[in-house]
């Protein structure tokens, strides 16, 4: 089975930056993905690492380290629109074959950014 | 863009009736999914398929069952709906291809059990 364990809350000023951590245990690991879901809305892709190392899109940043079975999403220049829950998620191989794959995902980060 | 929709925003629903949950994906996507959301618990995964009639259990698939016949539509089905399933279920999809990590999600759907 997979676990995953991420902090419940946190909370940052505006333009600052912020690091959210996400530690997995799992049976089989392909990557490491993380979605933000800001209230009432459709969880939205955000990055996959694959292999170990930084990957950087805009503001945002993804790390992921397969030997500690840990990574993270960095936040820069924070905005109050990035107030939002992100979670998070491992993907593993399904039981039927190439085509068939599953995430699991944390249980969410509530980012709260104030002014 | 892709485009993920699903039949209903709010359904209420009285114990024990049979629930159909509707998603239907515009692009071609090989694979779907079926989550649902509860507060301090993350998206669980309840079924997924790969391909058309094909179905694999998640990690809560009891009191559940699915229906793929095509392949732009997925169904979830609650054969008696009982008032522990009250919750946001989240439809996604994504393809084999390029952007196969990447999965698209639906509006969602709340569903109230009486």
């Known amino acids: 089975g997979q676990s995953l364990e991420q902090p419940s809350e946190v909370t940052a000023v505006e333009g600052a930056i912020v690091q959210i951590n996400c530690t997995y245990q799992?049976?089989?690991?392909?990557?490491l993905s993380w979605y933000q879901q800001h209230d009432g809305g459709a969880p939205t892709f955000l990055s996959y690492?694959?292999?170990?190392g930084l990957e950087e899109t805009g503001r945002f940043s993804s790390f992921l380290s397969r030997s500690d079975s840990y990574g993270y999403l960095l936040l820069q220049e924070l905005q109050m629109k990035d107030s939002a829950s992100y979670f998070c998620?491992?993907?593993?191989?399904?039981?039927?074959?190439?085509?068939?794959?599953?995430?699991?995902f944390g249980k969410g980060t509530k980012l709260s950014v104030i002014p | 863009d892709v485009k993920v929709t699903q039949s209903s925003r709010y359904l209420v629903k009285r114990t024990g009736e049979k629930v159909f949950l509707e998603c239907v994906q515009d692009?071609?996507?090989?694979?779907m999914f079926w989550y649902r959301q509860d507060p301090g618990l993350g998206l669980r995964l309840i079924y997924f398929s790969y391909d058309v009639k094909m179905k694999e259990k998640g990690d809560i698939p009891e009191g559940y069952s699915v229906s793929r016949e095509k392949k732009e539509r997925f169904s979830l089905i609650l054969e008696s709906a009982s008032t522990n399933q009250t919750s946001m279920y989240l439809c996604?999809?994504?393809?084999?291809?390029?952007?196969?990590?990447?999965?698209?999600f639906g509006p969602g759907t709340r569903l109230t059990v009486l």
């Open positions: 692009m071609d996507h090989e694979n």
């Open positions: 799992t049976s089989g690991f392909y990557g």
């Open positions: 690492n694959a292999l170990d």
């Open positions: 996604a999809s994504t393809s084999l291809g390029e952007r196969r990590n990447e999965q698209f």
């Open positions: 998620a491992v993907r593993d191989q399904g039981h039927s074959g190439a085509g068939s794959y599953q995430l699991t």
